[in-house]
């Protein structure tokens, strides 16, 4: 406890900056997938191969390898990547892989006759997504996105691998200082206040992610002509 | 920089010895995560008294943090509490407890399928318990259950490349190893990646095979 309380600074830091990549990682994926996702769903047949080839290279290699990938390869380039950056890009592709799948679902949830409605109605095609579709299929994404920012936010502790100073990386550090300085080992403690603490992050959030999802059930008009459409399967796992 | 194959050649075997362990340690948790997954699905199922609200508990608490740091509780945690395990086993307990939690809330998505109605109509016609599991609810969980079975299964074979970070030498951490002495990144990386998607690849096609098997008796 002690330990906890001297160090609180640097923690407050690591917070912080696990904090600043899972907001980044989540802005770049959240574009990534609504873009990808909904052009996925347009009707070129090229375009969503493209796409598939996308999403599936990036969900079967594993994240790890992902964004050590970034990490040594860009530099290869002439990309002087920070480490922060290098994370950015690698968890926000694998976000995004997974993104765009929960993208595409929602708009396949859609039932087929609003399409056909407004395309009757003369709306163009830009009209129909903007306000056909798009918000009956937002309503089916929004909750399994929330769980994606779960995934998110812990993936946020591979940065620590690269050396990028978040959460888990200041346990870490504070675990190996203590061993050094004061000759004790207090690992145990350490990594149990820091699985607790992203129990507290993201069980919040998934908590907020299934309030969302009984809210948007609740206030969804009821369509009885065909089966209500049903919300998006959740994300792959890590 | 040109593509060195001659290098590649010559670390051939040592990735191959990496590849080894990684398939190891993933096949030994597989099996594991599944029996975890159907005792802590029966205890949900049958609602045991206490048991069913600590398992509640353990999916939670291991489906909302990071499994790098449970990783690292276990290797350098542990310890503190007496329990010293070796590197391959850290990994192996590590997976299993990882994957056990989401196999659960599979083995408990397939059983749930399975009717009150039916349950009720093979007891009246004598069935025991376990005939009941075996002849009635079995064959229908299975088929529900197996899809995401075998995606937990695919996903731990893919993270199992996180126990490069407490540096036991599977397939990630021998490319990473290699990277840092001889910098030739591009080589490994293709190298790793080629394999991985081979891997994953080969077991989604056996998985979608296996859930086309199993459906036989209900295509038309």
């Known amino acids: 406890m002690d330990l906890l309380i001297r160090n609180l600074p640097f923690i407050l830091q690591g917070l912080a900056m696990t904090l600043g990549l899972a907001l980044a990682t989540l802005f770049f994926a959240t574009i990534i ?37 970034v990490f040594f390869v860009a530099p290869l380039f002439g990309l002087e990547l920070s480490p922060f950056a290098a994370v950015t890009v690698g968890l926000s592709v694998w976000g995004s892989a997974n993104g765009i799948e929960i993208v595409r679902a929602g708009f396949n949830a859609v039932p087929k006759h609003q399409w056909q409605s407004a395309a009757a109605l003369g709306l163009k095609t830009w009209e129909v997504y903007l306000f056909i579709t798009g918000p009956q299929a937002l309503r089916a994404i929004l909750p399994p996105f929330v769980g994606l920012l779960t995934l998110l936010v812990q993936a946020t502790s591979l940065g620590a691998l690269v050396g990028v100073n978040e959460f888990f990386k200041v346990g870490q550090i504070i675990v190996e200082r203590t061993t050094m300085m004061e000759g004790w080992n207090p690992a145990f403690t350490v990594y149990a206040a820091v699985l607790v603490t992203y129990f507290v992050i993201c069980s ?6 299934r309030w969302l999802e009984r809210r948007l059930k609740r206030d969804r008009p009821q369509i009885r002509s065909e089966a209500a459409p049903s919300a998006a399967p959740a994300a792959q796992l890590p | 920089m040109e593509f060195d194959v001659a290098y590649l050649t010559a670390q051939w075997p040592a990735l191959m010895r990496g590849l080894w362990l990684t398939v190891q340690v993933s096949a030994l948790s597989i099996v594991l995560s599944i029996a975890v997954g159907v005792l802590g699905a029966a205890v949900r199922v049958l609602q045991v008294p206490v048991l ?38 850290s990994g192996v307990l590590c997976l299993t407890v990882w994957a056990g939690a989401y196999q659960i809330e599979n083995v408990r998505g397939g059983l749930e399928t399975v009717g009150r109605g039916l349950r009720e109509a093979a007891f009246s016609l004598g069935l025991s318990p376990w005939r009941y599991f075996r002849l009635v609810a079995a064959p229908m969980a299975i088929r529900v259950g197996l899809p995401s079975m075998l995606n937990t299964s695919i996903s731990l074979l893919k993270n199992s490349s996180y126990l490069q970070a407490i540096g036991l030498a599977e397939l990630t951490y021998v490319a990473i190893d ?25 077991l989604s096609f056996l998985a979608s095979r296996l859930e086309y098997r199993l459906n036989a008796p209900f295509r038309h």
Request: aromatic share 18%; charged share 15%.
């Open chain 1, 33 to 69: 997938s609504f873009v990808l996702g909904t052009l996925a769903t347009l009707r070129f047949g090229w375009l969503r191969v493209l796409v598939k080839v996308y999403v599936e290279l990036f969900r079967d290699i594993p994240l790890i390898v992902n964004i050590f990938f």
């Open chain 1, 204 to 209: 919040t959030l998934t908590w907020f992610g």
């Open chain 2, 52 to 89: 069913d609200k600590l398992v509640v508990g353990y999916v939670e608490f291991i489906r909302n943090t990071p499994l790098l740091a449970q990783l690292f509780f276990i290797f350098y945690g542990l310890p503190g509490l007496g329990l010293r395990l070796s590197l391959f086993w």
């Open chain 2, 178 to 202: 290699r990277i840092s002495m001889d910098f030739r990144t591009i080589e490994m990386f293709s190298a790793i990646c080629v394999i991985y998607l081979a891997l994953v690849l080969t």
